[in-house]
């Protein structure tokens, strides 16, 4: 009895047939791919486009929910807002996200991109802190409206406004702002990794603030509504008053 062998292609040749047969098959759908194409999209070229990747950390044009940890920048004075983009360009304040978003733009790009959102008139939310203890929002609120001589602090207000809302042209308000956001910017300043203009007022200040104070500050701000208006306003022309010597000023705010 005669036994018939087969005889099977060997690995390779299979290999060779399957990818044969899958070019003729792509070859033959091709013309039905290219026709169902979707026609390329354009995007806009524009400042406001460009800075869409803001949005990931500081919210939908710039305006945050004060629930998390980043601030809100829109609304802020174009020119405290310049500044901060030249001190994360320039290695005053350090935090990568941001500093490897700004390391190669001029100054004049930054001033752009300050004017856009300083520019923003959008409405706030509520304050996020709620229920604090008494006795910690005032001594929070002691320090913000009076200072505290005797450490030769000045009062949060005369520099930020009596409202809080920020002065003209370079100084931030401080409501409507994480308190998580305010205690690390405060310590930063106190432990010396976040810098300002020379002379850094703010940084002799908060050397001055323990961690207390720091928590009693934060706590109020972040507990304070924003009022009717809530846009900087002109700066007195008034000197700062004593306990601070006369000749200090901040640097990052034009004289």
């Not at 399957?18 to 013309?31: G, N, W």
């Not at 802020?76 to 807002?81: C, E, Q, R």
């Not at 002109?234 to 000023?249: G, H």
């Amino acid at each position: 009895m005669r036994t018939t062998r087969r005889f099977l292609p060997s690995p390779v040749a299979q290999r060779s047939a399957r990818a044969a047969t899958l070019a003729v098959l792509c070859l033959a759908a091709a013309p039905v791919w290219a026709g169902d194409a979707p026609a390329e999209r354009q995007v806009p070229d524009t400042l406001q486009q460009r800075l869409l990747a803001c949005t990931a950390c500081h919210g939908k044009d710039g305006r945050a929910t004060n629930q998390g940890y980043f601030p809100r920048i829109a609304g802020k004075p174009a020119g405290y807002l310049y500044n901060q983009l030249l001190g994360f360009r320039d290695g005053r304040r350090h935090y990568a996200g941001m500093t490897s978003m700004v390391e190669h733009m001029s100054d004049d790009y930054l001033r752009r991109i300050a004017d856009h959102f300083a520019a923003l008139d959008l409405p706030y939310p509520g304050p996020q802190t709620t229920a604090a203890p008494a006795a910690l929002l005032a001594a929070g609120e002691r320090l913000v409206r009076q200072g505290d001589g005797a450490r030769q602090l000045p009062a949060c207000v005369k520099c930020h406004g009596a409202a809080m809302t920020g002065t003209l042209p370079a100084t931030p308000g401080l409501l409507g702002l994480p308190r998580d956001y305010l205690v690390a910017q405060l310590g930063a300043w106190r432990s010396g990794s976040r810098h300002a203009a020379e002379p850094d007022c703010m940084a002799r200040i908060a050397q001055a603030l323990g961690p207390d104070d720091i928590a009693a500050v934060s706590t109020w701000l972040s507990a304070q509504p924003l009022p009717a208006n809530p846009k900087a306003v002109t700066a007195s022309a008034e000197p700062l008053p004593s306990p601070l010597p006369p000749s200090l000023r901040c640097g990052s705010v034009p004289p």
